[in-house]
Each structure stands twice: as C-alpha cells, then as structure tokens.
C-alpha cells in the first residue's frame, strides 16, 4: 500500500549551485527550524564542510509540511555531496528516496555535476524536479538553462521551478512541487521488516548509529532485530528521527527514515548498505544493497609521534564507521615506522579524512605521497594488485603494469578549449569527443590515466581556464602502460618512502626532481652521502651531498707539510669508516617535501 502523507527525496546539484542553501530554506519554510536559531548551511555537520564550503556526508532530516490541499505531510530529505569523490554517497542517499529536485544554478548552466548526479538518479527511476536557482541574480539566464537540461540531460524542464535559495522566492511552489510529483512511498507494514542502512556514524555513548529507511515492516524500540549480511541479532536501544537533531520516537513504519541505535561496536556488525530485519520473523531477501566501492588511491598515514600508532588505528576505526569506503591495512616503513596503508576514493577525499582525523580524533599524521592502485601480470600468468610502489615485484617478473583510467567531461567556456587540451595531452590524456552544449560551452571528454589526474590536473585546469572549467570523471577500469618504478637511494640504499610508479618517459625527469629535493634537504653528514635514482639496477640520475669537513688541522701550528698531510689522510681513513658504518638521519621535513615533489613538479 502507498504511505500517502511521505514524501522521501534528495535534493542534487552540482557544487556551488545552492544545495545547501536551499536546504536551509525548506528547513525555515516547514518551521522545522525557527529563523532565529538559523545558522547559515545547517545540514553541513562536520567543521570541514562549513569552513570548506562543501557537503561531505549525507544528512537526514525530517520536515512537517501542511500542504495548500489541507494534508498534513511528512517530508524527509536526505542532504547529498556534490563533489565527484563522494558520488558513491550521492547514491546511497538516493536509495532511500522516491525522488530528487535536481537544482541548477540559473546564472551559471548545467554542469559536470549536475549531469553525473542526474544519471545517478536516473538510474534509480527517481522522479526529478528541475528547479532554476539564482534566479535573483541579475545574470541569470533560466530559459536557456532549460534548454541545457533538455538538451543535454534529456528531461523535460519546461515547467522547472524558478527559485531563490537566497530570498525564499519560489520556495514555497517548490514544497508544493514536492508533494504533487514526487511519488508516496510504497510498502507492506504487515511484512516482515526490511530497512535499509543507508550510512552510519559513530557516537562515543551510543555506539554506531545506523541511518534507515524503512521499506516494509515496522522498527520500535526494543525489538530483536537481525543485520542480514552477517546474520548477528541486537536489540534496538533506540529508534528515533532527524529533526534535524536526534528525537526519539517508538516506531518508524514503511517509508520512514530514522535511525536505530543498538550497542553495535563495529562497521563489521551494522554495513552500509545492508537490510535490518526482525530476528523473530525474517525477511526472506535483503533489499538490493550498495555495490561496494573499491578505493583507488592510496597514501600512508603514519602518527608524528611513534607511539600514537593505536590511537590512529581508533580513530581510523571510526573514521571508517561514518565512511566506509576509506580502506586501511598496517605497514610499516623503515622511515617512518609503523603506519597503515590507507584507501581513498579520490585525492579529495584523502585530504577529508586526513583533516577529520586530526580535527575530530586529535591524531597528527604525515601522509606519503599518494599513489593509485595498480594491476601487475607476472610473467606466470597471475595478477597481482599493488597498492604502493614495495609491492612491485622484480621487473623480471613483470609481464606488463596496468593503471587505471578515467573517463574525464569538462565542462567550460569555449574559449578555454585550447589551454584544456594541450593539459589533457600533457597528461597522457587520449581525446574522446567534443561537443557544444549552449552557445560558446563546450564539453570535452578525454580518457586518461587515473596517476595522471590525481597528480595536480584539478588544479592546473583551473588555472588554465580561469576557474570557468567544471569536471566529473568516472572509472573506467585499468589498461596497460610502460610504467617503471623508480628507486631512490641514500648511499646505496633504498629508501621505500621515496620510492614512486612513473611512465618511463617521465622516470628521469621526476627522478631529478626528487633526488634534487632531498639534496637539498638532508643536512650535510661528515662523511660524502651519494643520493640516486634507479630503474631497476640502472642508475638514472645521482647527485653527492658533500661531506662537512672538519678542519683538523686548526690545532696544527707550524710543523712540516708532512705532519699536516697526516692529519689529512688520517681524516680521510675515518671518513671512509664512517661512511661504511655513519647512518643518515632523513629529517621529517625531507618526506614532506617529497610530498611536494611528486605533486606539483610539473607546475
Ligand atoms: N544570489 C544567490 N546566491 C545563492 C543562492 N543560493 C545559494 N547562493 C550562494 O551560492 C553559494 C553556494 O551555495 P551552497 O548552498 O553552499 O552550495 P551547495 O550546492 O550546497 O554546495 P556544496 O555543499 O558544496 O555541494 C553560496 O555562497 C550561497 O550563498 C541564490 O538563490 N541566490
């Protein structure tokens, strides 16, 4: 049967375009927060996301609203991310939701965004509802906007809600909006109970705190309830809904969204993605789940202070309760110590969670430079993964290196076109297709090298078209390329924090940069310190940090030449000695600084 008085739904956009905002304003309008305790963006939780100005995490919240036909409705809306890095929360949020209003800036058009979240949508049947946001601006050009929408993202815009998120203007058509379009949640309260988790966090007194959407059945406080993906049972401590703080309630029924708290101490117990249902009258089927990210970058995170190690892995722990897709497994560097092995979905999100670790678990950390996931074929038929440069075998094992690619839209003012290719070529990009999208806006797609992406090409291509270029990328699996691993060495040892996966034809000049670097850096020894780089056993670049020479003979007065030159070959014997046993001490500074290198050599 239909839930008639629900209406569950997501509101999409691209980053910039007035998400949050406009959030803000379906908060005010339904009175779910009064105006004077308003702060600006209140569904954005995390200290991150305000002071960054982006969602991160998806938040729930639960609005009364008496529509003008008299009926009092209950309208969830689930708060979404508009940053590539954490589409995979776009569609989780999405799976709990019968529809999204899809919300476009009307001064600025359809962007890389705004189209991915779309298909995402899509994908899901949702039912969208356009709406044309900025309308107070006097640059806004909605009619053509509409266009855009129909054109590029094939929907049908021409009643699209004109809005501002800033003034409240057409905020309340929207609520109306809402109620007509998007369709009432279906479901069987007499079932046995289905829920879906559609995210989790941690709380120090309550443990982990699952997100749900109700889909059949009926959740209450007290009930014996079973994760279906690991077949454990728990009783409810708590059941309760997002207002958008925690309010307790008895029972959420079919279409409902809420939360449940049950003394889980672990991500393992209660996953993402995974169906709740009664311990005492299962469910034959989970609903369909999430299908399971899979991260493609990866970067060591080591404590400053060697015995921060487990309070790391704490707070990792619980990072990864609140962000499932961060992976983590221990290593260990002979530089750094120990460590772990973390990860990411995208440079983005590494910086995330190394800024919410320090800020919300207090660990300081040094992260390595990050590098992507790499698939080996050994020259016995196997494949193995590599998730850091140490775990490439011998090149005489090595059949061939495959790295992953990407499949890049940008988006931007047709003028730029020339400045963005010549970038994408520079990237070992492989050009795909142009085309127009509105009068002078064009959309450009190349396939590239994930390495390639990560390095700095957010940051370049925003130089190089003045900010105007927006861009969204999706995986499109690994593909084989003449890729060596460089070494680099301190006195004839390798040192594995510096060492990184190149093309060939980039190995000298990256290799230059960083042993120049730590030339630079490592302080002088007493004794000569050759630092290099080498592909295999072949030495591609060396500089010396030449030694700090004692002057011995100071305490020399007068005497013959021959006294002197024994205090000299004397110092030359030690030197040598030294060097055989002297042990080099690699300042903090020089690993960050190979950060550095390896990132931004190129600018
Ligand atoms: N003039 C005007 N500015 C607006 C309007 N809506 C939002 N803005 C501004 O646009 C900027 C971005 O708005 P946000 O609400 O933070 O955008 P967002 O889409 O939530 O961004 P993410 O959270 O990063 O996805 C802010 O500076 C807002 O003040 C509007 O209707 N008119």
């Keep these: 049967m239909k839930y008639d008085n629900i209406r569950n739904f997501s509101i999409i956009a691209h980053v910039d375009h007035g998400k949050s905002t406009l959030s803000d304003r379906l908060l005010e309008a339904t009175g779910t927060i009064e105006k004077r305790n308003m702060k600006a963006q209140l569904l954005d939780r995390l200290e991150i996301e305000r002071e960054r100005g982006i969602t991160i995490k998806s938040v729930p919240v639960r609005m009364d609203y008496k529509a003008a036909d008299g009926g009092n409705y209950v309208l969830n809306l689930i708060d979404t991310p508009g940053h590539v890095d954490f589409s995979y929360e776009v569609s989780r949020s999405l799976a709990a939701c019968e529809g999204a209003v899809l919300v476009v800036d009307a001064a600025q058009g359809v962007e890389a965004q705004t189209v991915a979240n779309s298909y995402l949508a899509a994908d899901l049947d949702l039912e969208l509802i356009p709406v044309l946001n900025k309308i107070d601006l006097p640059s806004a050009h909605p009619e053509q906007v509409k266009r855009e929408l129909e054109e590029i993202i094939g929907i049908d815009a021409g009643d699209a809600v004109p809005v501002s998120a800033k003034t409240g203007e057409g905020v309340p058509e929207l609520l109306e909006r809402i109620v007509r379009d998007i369709p009432a949640p279906s479901g069987d309260a007499s079932a046995p109970l289905q829920a879906l988790i559609f995210d989790s966090v941690y709380d120090n007194y309550r443990g982990v705190i699952c997100y749900v959407r109700v889909v059949n059945g009926t959740l209450s406080a007290g009930q014996n309830v079973r994760f279906m993906a690991t077949a454990q049972d728990y009783e409810l401590t708590e059941v309760g809904v997002f207002k958008p703080e925690m309010i307790q309630v008895g029972a959420l029924g079919p279409g409902e969204v809420g939360y449940i708290c049950a003394s889980i101490k672990t991500i393992d117990e209660a996953r993402v993605g995974d169906t709740v249902t009664e311990s005492a009258r299962p469910a034959a089927e989970p609903l369909a ?101 140490s775990d490439f075998p011998e090149q005489v094992r090595i059949e061939e290196i495959r790295e992953p690619y990407i499949k890049l839209s940008i988006f931007m003012p047709d003028q730029f076109v020339g400045a963005a290719m010549q970038l994408c070529q520079e990237k070992r990009g492989s050009y795909s297709g142009m085309d127009y999208i509105a009068p002078e806006r064009v959309r450009l797609t190349y396939d590239m090298p994930l390495a390639e992406f990560i390095l700095d090409f957010h940051d370049r291509l925003k130089s190089c078209t003045r900010g105007y270029a927006s861009l969204d990328y999706e995986h499109v699996g690994f593909r084989a390329a003449n890729l060596v691993k460089v070494d680099v060495l301190l006195q004839e040892e390798p040192v594995d924090a510096f060492s990184f996966i190149c093309h060939a034809d980039q190995a000298y000049h990256r290799g230059h940069a960083v042993v120049g670097k730590l030339k630079e850096l490592i302080p002088r020894q007493l004794f000569e310190v050759p630092v290099q780089a080498a592909v295999g056993k072949k030495v591609i670049v060396r500089m010396n940090i030449k030694a700090v020479r004692k002057d011995v003979l100071a305490k020399c007065y007068g005497g013959d030449v021959t006294r002197k030159r024994k205090l000299l070959e004397k110092q030359k014997e030690g030197k040598k000695r030294m060097k055989q046993v002297g042990h080099v001490s690699i300042p903090q500074e020089a690993f960050l600084a190979f950060m550095d290198v390896t990132k931004s050599e190129e600018n």
């Design 289 to 389: 789940g999430y299908k399971k990210v899979k991260p493609v970058v990866f970067c060591g995170f080591y404590p400053i202070e060697r015995e921060d190690i487990n309070q790391l892995r704490e707070a990792l722990e619980k990072l990864q309760i609140n962000d499932s897709a961060i992976s983590f497994e221990p290593e260990n560097s002979a530089a750094l110590g120990f460590g772990f092995r973390c990860g990411f979905l995208g440079l983005l999100h590494m910086e995330i969670a190394k800024e919410r670790l320090s800020r919300e678990f207090g660990v300081d950390l040094v992260a390595t430079a990050p590098n992507v996931v790499y698939q080996i074929l050994l020259t016995d038929g196997s494949v193995k993964e590599a998730h850091r440069p």
